[in-house]
């Protein structure tokens, strides 16, 4: 299976901070890559597919990069919403995700 | 609004099987491929398995070979999964997901609020 490295696993930010997430493929996956938030006792919301492609509804403080092997996701001015877990998962062969990345609150 | 309601929490003993639901409002859900994922305490997602909307053929992850049945009621929109021969570290939270349609890369556009399933002696 590919593996995917996720950094860091707990960020400490204040609302409006710039924040990035990255995630490492094992091997090259194209852009086949998505990401999601994930908040206590919510079913996980789809952010951006494809690598750079805002899911419909979602603001666009968030922003997704990459191919290959290593891919972004960026939240331009972190809101008090957006403090939550982020996962990214590749659709490349067999799915896999990061481990997550926690935001926190500084 | 396309919804994915799942079945209650779940206790079980070890050895004991366990059948979740996975119903869907708003749209029809076989007509999209369904996938099942799961998430231990502390732990990472794991990626269970498959339902192919075109005849409701499944396909799991080869570590649940043999424990994991996916099937799929169109009358009802819903989908379900039993896994079987249950362990301690088969608990965690289980989680339907619809796979967004004509989107390469398997994006998850979709997904149930969650299933507890604990097994405990």
């Known amino acids: 299976d590919i593996e995917m490295t996720q950094s860091p696993t707990t960020l400490s930010a204040s609302v409006g901070d710039r924040v990035i997430i990255t995630c490492r493929a094992s091997q090259s996956i194209s852009r086949y890559v998505n990401w999601y938030q994930w908040k206590p006792g919510k079913a996980p919301k789809l952010l951006i597919y494809s690598a750079s492609t805002l899911q419909s509804g979602v603001p666009s403080r968030f922003s997704g990069s990459g191919s290959g092997t290593d891919f972004t996701l960026t939240i331009s001015s972190l809101q008090p919403e957006d403090f939550a877990t982020y996962y990214c998962q590749q659709g490349y062969s067999t799915l896999t995700f990061g481990g997550g990345t926690k935001v926190e609150i500084k | 609004q396309v919804h994915l309601v799942q079945s209650g929490a779940e206790v079980r003993k070890p050895g004991a099987s366990v059948n979740l639901s996975c119903k869907a409002s708003g749209d029809t859900l076989s007509n999209y491929y369904v996938h099942w994922v799961r998430q231990a305490p502390g732990q990472g997602l794991e990626w269970i398995g498959i339902?192919?909307?075109?005849?409701?053929?499944?396909n799991h992850a080869q570590k649940f070979q043999g424990r994991v049945t996916l099937t799929r009621d169109t009358s009802t929109n819903t989908v379900y999964m039993e896994l079987s021969s249950l362990r301690s570290d088969d608990t965690a939270v289980y989680y339907c997901?619809?796979?967004?349609?004509?989107?390469?890369?398997?994006?998850?556009?979709?997904w149930g609020q969650g299933t507890l399933v604990a097994v405990s002696s």
């Open positions: 997901a619809r796979e967004m349609a004509a989107v390469a890369g398997a994006p998850l556009d979709y």
């Open positions: 339902i192919d909307p075109s005849d409701g053929s499944p």
